[in-house]
């Protein structure tokens, strides 16, 4: 982490960048939060630990509209983000600089409260165990144990695009990613049915997921109103509200990268990540294997077509 | 048929490409040829018209079955419009499926203008196929019941 910070504030102080984009420490020690530094003091608060699961390609869309270059850490998995970014013109390659960091896996508090752990004053990540002080005493667990879903089925640890590349990876993937895809295809229509109906009912329609997600960055989304402010959010039809998830996975189709952002963010855990992997494994198999994000020139298999396509009706959504 | 049976009628929205089936409803309808009064037919300049919005504002709206019908691939009126509708609603009937639509509630037809039998044909079926279903409730339910 020093070494990102040193490396940081002598590209700022030599006027190669204007501003770092990083994660900054927040009260608790599992809550970094994405935040952009334009000092080298602001810099002291600088943070990258286990815990920094965000994205941050993202807010290069933003910073594309600001003078000078934008200093931006991306994680492997971030950088197929970006890439896709720039592929749809909405980051100015020109006006970034990117470190690469290093990365093995990122854990979540959620899944440290699901396996007891509580009251966590500190984390100290030592290898393939993690220790945790809690207010409870010292408690220990498996690194992997802790790790996001989406750490556990990586799509590798090689930065797609870096100016260059500062950390050391280690490779976390133990999954496949299509397996829960695969299991709920096998279950009746009606079981699937009764699967979604329980996770999407526990949506509370935060927005999170839109909010987060690299590839949603309309000007103006479907899902926002005319009205003021907040009230802007709000639903304008009932309609939104049930078919949301649906819309929301549909926008994105051949543009998501799979970098389960939704998904780590969702409040409520609903693994919306599936809803777009089962659009990625449908074009995999339709169109042969595509990868959002992987270089900034391959074309999106929905904004193409052949010949010889097949028909709609192959596509299944599983057993009847 | 008896009383029971005509009971549900369902509602189906068939979404119809101006140059090919909206002719071939119209070549279907000129030659007496018998199709379900319950298909409410839309016509769209191509089928590549249709956002997949469109569909599910269609089931919104109270549609039991929505179809889409257009040219044959390889003979649209703007050359490529139906190959882009072909791969999109692919992907969106497969994640309709996904969710616990029933199989069948959305479909895709290729008629052209001069297959007005097969335009009846493929209503009378789809609309067979939709009765049988029944009502479009899962959409409806998908959230905010428990």
């Not at chain 1, 809550?31 to 807010?59: D, H, I, R, T």
């Not at chain 1, 295809?185 to 009606?190: P, R, V």
Request: proline share 3%; with cysteine.
């Amino acid at each position: 982490m020093q070494e990102l910070i040193e490396r940081a504030k002598a590209l700022l102080a030599d006027g190669t960048v204007s501003r770092v984009l990083g994660w900054r420490a927040t009260d608790t020690p599992f809550g970094p939060e994405p935040a952009f530094f334009e000092s080298g003091e602001e810099l002291n608060e600088f943070v990258y630990n286990c815990f920094c699961g965000a994205n941050l390609s993202k807010y290069l869309i933003e910073s594309s509209a600001l003078e000078g270059k934008t200093l931006a850490f991306l994680k492997p998995c971030d950088t197929y983000s970006f890439n896709q970014l720039c592929k749809e013109h909405r980051i100015d390659r020109g006006k970034t600089y990117i470190i690469g960091v290093g990365c093995k896996g990122k854990i979540t508090v959620e899944r440290l409260h699901e396996l007891g752990i509580k009251g966590i004053l500190d984390v100290e990540d030592a290898g393939d165990t993690l220790t945790v002080k809690t207010l409870y005493g010292e408690k220990s667990c498996p690194y992997s144990d802790a790790m996001l879903e989406r750490c556990h089925a990586c799509k590798g640890k090689e930065h797609r695009v870096a100016d260059e590349v500062i950390g050391e990876s280690a490779d976390t993937t133990d999954t496949d990613r299509f397996a829960k895809v695969t299991e709920l295809e096998q279950m009746t229509s009606k079981e699937r049915y009764a699967f979604f109906q329980a996770e999407l009912s526990k949506c509370i329609r935060c927005n999170a997921c839109r909010n987060v997600c690299p590839v949603c960055n309309c000007r103006k989304c479907v899902f926002d109103g005319n009205a003021f402010d907040s009230v802007q959010k709000a639903n304008a039809t009932e309609f939104e509200e049930k078919m949301f998830h649906i819309i929301r996975a549909f926008h994105v189709a051949g543009r998501c990268t799979d970098c389960g952002e939704c998904s780590r963010v969702c409040p409520q855990g609903i693994p919306l990540h599936l809803l777009n992997r089962k659009l990625i494994k449908d074009m995999d198999a339709f169109y042969g294997e595509y990868q959002a994000g992987e270089d900034t020139s391959t074309v999106s298999p929905l904004t193409a077509y052949t010949e010889h396509d097949i028909e709609p009706e192959a596509g299944k959504g599983g057993n009847e | 048929m008896s009383i029971d049976d005509r009971d549900f009628r369902p509602v189906i929205a068939a979404f119809c490409c101006n140059w090919c089936s909206y002719a071939g409803a119209d070549l279907a309808g000129s030659s007496r040829m018998k199709y379900p009064a319950e298909v409410k037919i839309i016509r769209v300049p191509c089928s590549c018209r249709v956002n997949p919005m469109f569909i599910l504002r269609t089931f919104e709206k109270g549609a039991d079955g929505v179809i889409l019908c257009g040219c044959h691939p390889g003979d649209c009126h703007y050359s490529t419009g139906n190959y882009y509708t072909r791969r999109r609603m692919a992907s969106l009937i497969s994640l309709m499926e996904f969710v616990g639509l029933e199989r069948g509630r959305v479909r895709v037809e290729w008629v052209s203008a001069a297959e007005g039998a097969k335009f009846a044909e493929t209503m009378n079926e789809f609309v067979e196929h939709i009765r049988a279903l029944g009502k479009n409730t899962r959409l409806e339910d998908l959230r905010c019941k428990n």
